[in-house]
């Protein structure tokens, strides 16, 4: 008898877009005549930069002639677009990153989730919450959490990113091997400074311990003091692999293409104490499970570093960060407590109630969708995503209604 993974099992139903769907198609259903505005999904909205478009068109042209014809690319991505990406993204800000440290993947999404399975099952994670929920779930399927009692899981430890602490977590409590952190955060927007970003890298290092970091808003940072990267800060090569990726950076979250850094001074531990260094085993995982990126994706990707092509990207998170400013000081200006949107396209809104009454309210009232708090984690309860990944035409329509509806 074929038998199932139970961990699955153990998985907390995704309810959050499911419900959103249902609460919105009721009030579509209701209210046809209503347009609905959704700022609720983290999805960008605008058209590839000209100069990836241009470079994705030749590299399909080179795919039919025999002459220039791509099979199989190398599975870690080709040269080109890693030597490009640690040239300008790494070695500009002292970051000493090598382009055979990069693994170029179809998403920092299948990266972040397929990480876990190179560490051992009786690790401790700790998790952040709220979170992206790739994280935690990845790590359930795995087995390495226990049941969840009321929303958490018996052996997670919860990093509470809260009001109090500015969304800005506390190092833990008890000893980790593995911590995830996200910055800029999805869903608060909170972004960290390099000083605190030491503090975690400070004791990962003490604790022998690895540090994920999920910086796939890199492009929305603006200030020159917060970092850009993990290896900005001294002594993360030894212990944090980065997740990037072209999706927000340059509208490529239809076209996927992303890449993982895992330096080769980064080391986990065997049951004897003995160091192995994670890049061979990513490496062996990577040519295993993955057969590299599309020739034309990972062309288009490189077109993000010409000269052409950085001023596009640069117009489009301009764009999107236009929208996210909006959002931010109309939201301010009714009242109410907002963090994020700033160096992040994401706004999270203190509602004061219940994060599912309030994406009602804005929901009936204004006919606004956005993303309930809480269904990022215990810690988001109160709170609602206001995401700024839309036209400015519908963002500034949005703000209106709401302004009305409140
Ligand atoms: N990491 C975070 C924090 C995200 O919010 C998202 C997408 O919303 C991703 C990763 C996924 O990125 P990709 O499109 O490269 O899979």
């Not at 080179?62 to 014809?69: P, R, S, V």
């Not at 997740?243 to 992303?258: D, E, L, P, Y």
Request: aromatic letters at 12%; a negative charge; one cysteine or more.
């Amino acid at each position: 008898m074929i038998k199932i993974n139970e961990n699955y099992l153990k998985l907390q139903s995704s309810y959050l877009f499911s419900n959103i769907a249902k609460r919105v198609a009721a009030f579509q259903e209701a209210n046809p005549d209503k347009g609905i505005i959704k700022l609720g999904i983290g999805d960008v909205t605008r058209a590839l930069p000209q100069a990836c478009i241009k470079a994705f068109h030749l590299a399909v042209d080179e795919m039919a002639d025999d002459n220039t014809f791509k099979g199989y690319g190398p599975e870690q991505g080709y040269d080109f677009l890693r030597e490009k990406v640690v040239a300008n993204d790494y070695t500009p800000r002292g970051a000493a990153i090598s382009p055979d440290e990069i693994f170029v993947s179809d998403g920092a999404k299948c990266d972040s989730g397929n990480i876990q399975e190179i560490f051992a099952g009786d690790i401790k994670i700790a998790i952040p919450d709220p979170v992206y929920p790739v994280y935690l779930d990845s790590n359930v399927m795995a087995g390495r959490t226990g049941h969840s009692n009321n929303d958490r899981y018996e052996n997670i430890v919860y990093l509470d990113s809260t009001r109090e602490n500015r969304f800005l977590p506390d190092l833990p409590r008890e000893p980790v091997d593995l911590i995830y952190l996200c910055f800029p955060n999805n869903p608060t927007g909170a972004t960290i400074s390099k000083d605190l970003l030491k503090t975690w890298v400070d004791y990962a290092r003490e604790n022998k311990a690895v540090i994920l970091y999920d910086a796939a808003y890199e492009a929305f940072i603006q200030d020159d003091e917060v970092p850009r990267s993990i290896y900005e800060v001294q002594g993360a090569r030894e212990v944090a692999i980065e997740f990037k990726s072209f999706s927000k950076t340059a509208g490529f979250t239809g076209t996927r293409c992303a890449f993982t850094v895992v330096p080769k001074d980064c080391a986990a531990y065997d049951t004897k104490g003995e160091k192995h260094f994670i890049h061979a085993l990513w490496n062996r995982r990577h040519c295993t499970k993955f057969n590299g990126v599309s020739y034309p994706v990972q062309k288009a990707a490189e077109a993000v570093y010409s000269e052409e092509g950085k001023n596009q990207v640069k117009a489009l998170i301009r764009y999107y960060q236009n929208n996210a400013d909006i959002i931010l000081k109309e939201m301010s200006a009714l009242g109410y407590e907002c963090a994020g949107g700033k160096n992040a396209p994401y706004i999270w809104i203190y509602s004061e109630t219940d994060s599912w009454e309030f994406f009602d309210h804005l929901l009936n009232k204004a006919g606004v969708v956005c993303t309930p708090g809480a269904g990022f984690g215990r810690c988001g309860q109160g709170f609602i995503r206001i995401s700024a990944f839309n036209s400015l035409e519908n963002v500034e329509k949005a703000m209106a209604r709401i302004k009305k509806a409140l």
